[in-house]
C-alpha cells in the first residue's frame, strides 16, 4: 500500500469536505475561511470522509491504481491545506531601476524593457507589492500561486552575471566570472 496514500488528512475546524459523482468521475469540494476549491479525481480511488480525517483507499492493486492513491491524498491535503491557511510565493526584484506596483488587479513590471510589462491578475490569487521590488502572490491554490509565480519570474529570469532579474525569495543564483582583462601573451 502506498505509504503516502494510506495516511489520513485531518481537518481542521471550518473546514469541510464533500464529494459528489459525475459520470465516472468523483468530484471533491474541500470549504474553508480561505476559499473553495474542487477537483475531479478518477473513481480508481474512494474517498471517504470520517469525523475530523478525510481517508482514501484503493479499488484494486494495479500499477496505476498506486501511483494514483499518493497522488490523490497528497491533491485533497494541499486542498485542505490551502483552504485553511492558504499558500504563498515571494518574488524578489534585482537590478538597478527595476521595481513592480499593483494596480487593482493589474502588475505593471518595470524590470528593464523600453515598455512597462503589464500582467492581470488571475482570479482567485491576491498579489501585494510590500517594497518595489518585492511581490507576494497569495491563494488558496498551491497550484496556481505557483503557476503565476513562475509566469512573472519567466519574464525576466536572474542572469547569472550581476543577478539582475526576478527571483523566488531566497534563490540562490550560480554566478559566473566575467571577462577577466589582463595582458594577451
Do not use: W
Amino acid at each position: 500500500m502506498s505509504r503516502i496514500g494510506k495516511q489520513p488528512v485531518p481537518l481542521p475546524s471550518g473546514v469541510k469536505v464533500t464529494q459528489a459523482k459525475e459520470q465516472d468521475l468523483v468530484r471533491v469540494v474541500v470549504e474553508g475561511p480561505k476559499g473553495k476549491l474542487s477537483f475531479p479525481f478518477r473513481s480508481a480511488v474512494g474517498i471517504v470522509v470520517e469525523g475530523n480525517q478525510v481517508k482514501i483507499s484503493r479499488a484494486g492493486d494495479e500499477k496505476f491504481q498506486r501511483a494514483y492513491h499518493g497522488t490523490v491524498r497528497a491533491l485533497i491535503a494541499n486542498m485542505v491545506e490551502g483552504v485553511s491557511q492558504g499558500f504563498e510565493k515571494r518574488l524578489e526584484i534585482e537590478g538597478v531601476g527595476y521595481n513592480a506596483k499593483v494596480d487593482g488587479k493589474k502588475i505593471v513590471l518595470q524590470i528593464g524593457f523600453c515598455h512597462p510589462v503589464i500582467l492581470m491578475v488571475p482570479v482567485g490569487l491576491t498579489v501585494e507589492a510590500p517594497k518595489p521590488t518585492l511581490l507576494v502572490i497569495k491563494g488558496p491554490d498551491k497550484q496556481l500561486v505557483g503557476e503565476f509565480a513562475a509566469e512573472i519570474r519567466k519574464i525576466r529570469p536572474p542572469e547569472p552575471y550581476k543577478g539582475k532579474g526576478i527571483r523566488y525569495a531566497g534563490e540562490h543564483i550560480v554566478r559566473k566570472a566575467g571577462k577577466a582583462f589582463g595582458s594577451g601573451e
